[in-house]
T-cell receptor, first 112, second 114 residues
Framework: SQQGEEDPQALSIQEGENATMNCSYK?????LQWYRQNSGRGLVHLIL?????REKHSGRLRVTLDTSKKSSSLLITASRAADTASYFC????????????FGQGTTLQVKP | DSGVTQTPKHLITATGQRVTLRCSPR?????VYWYQQSLDQGLQFLIQ???????AKGNILERFSAQQFPDLHSELNLSSLELGDSALYFC?????????????FGEGSRLTVL
């Protein structure tokens, strides 16, 4: 079973608006990562937040992590049509099992 | 370009057949991971190799096997193929065995079983 669950499953916004995606997970983690996938392409790493961090920024991306609620959010500000893609959270568990567990993803459509 | 190379990009075959997917990791990376992505199951971890040795195993079927060669490239062998094996198969690599850092993904091999 998947570690992470994301919502919403799909999100459609206008260019310039902000997009927020949420991820919940079940077990203790070492870190949580967000990846982006353009249709049918490989996944690209966006940002990693460690379990002792609460917020992290990278360009137009802002990630928060609440370990007490076992949840994370990804905010994309001032979205662009080129941000249209699927976004996945992935968790690295505290017990080093040598693998990332991915959520089901949120499909974001940014309309020009 | 992540530096991870996967071949073939597309593969169409029939049920009962066997295929081999190949992955070349980024230069210097010792770990290779295989993931399967399908519409109903999402992105599922299959198996990890580190410097030639199996390191972690996920939801890999007995009909599937993998190995990592001395030059660090990896192959995923899928046999007795079924319709449900149709999916995108991704390879990813990292420098270390830990598996908690950033994964560098290839562009995937799209397998269609008819």
């Amino acid at each position: 079973s998947q570690q992470g669950e994301e919502d919403p499953q799909a999100l459609s916004i206008q260019e310039g608006e902000n997009a927020t995606m949420n991820c919940s997970y079940k077990t203790s983690i070492n870190n949580l990562q967000w990846y982006r996938q353009n249709s049918g392409r490989g996944l690209v790493h966006l940002i990693l937040i460690r379990s002792n961090e609460r917020e992290k920024h990278s360009g137009r991306l802002r990630v928060t992590l609440d370990t007490s609620k076992k949840s994370s959010s990804l905010l994309i500000t001032a979205s662009r049509a080129a941000d249209t893609a699927s976004y996945f959270c992935a968790t690295a568990r505290s017990s080093n099992t040598g693998k990332l567990i991915f959520g089901q993803g949120t499909t974001l459509q940014v309309k020009p | 370009d992540s530096g991870v190379t996967q071949t073939p990009k597309h593969l169409i075959t029939a049920t009962g057949q066997r295929v081999t997917l190949r992955c070349s990791p980024r230069s210097g990376d010792l770990s290779v991971y295989w993931y399967q992505q399908s519409l109903d199951q999402g992105l599922q971890f299959l198996i990890q190799y580190y410097n030639g040795e199996e390191r972690a195993k996920g939801n890999i079927l007995e009909r599937f096997s993998a190995q990592q060669f001395p030059d660090l490239h990896s192959e995923l062998n899928l046999s007795s193929l079924e319709l449900g094996d149709s999916a995108l198969y991704f390879c990813a690599s990292t420098p270390t065995s830990g598996g908690t850092g950033e994964l560098f993904f290839g562009e995937g091999s799209r397998l269609t079983v008819l």
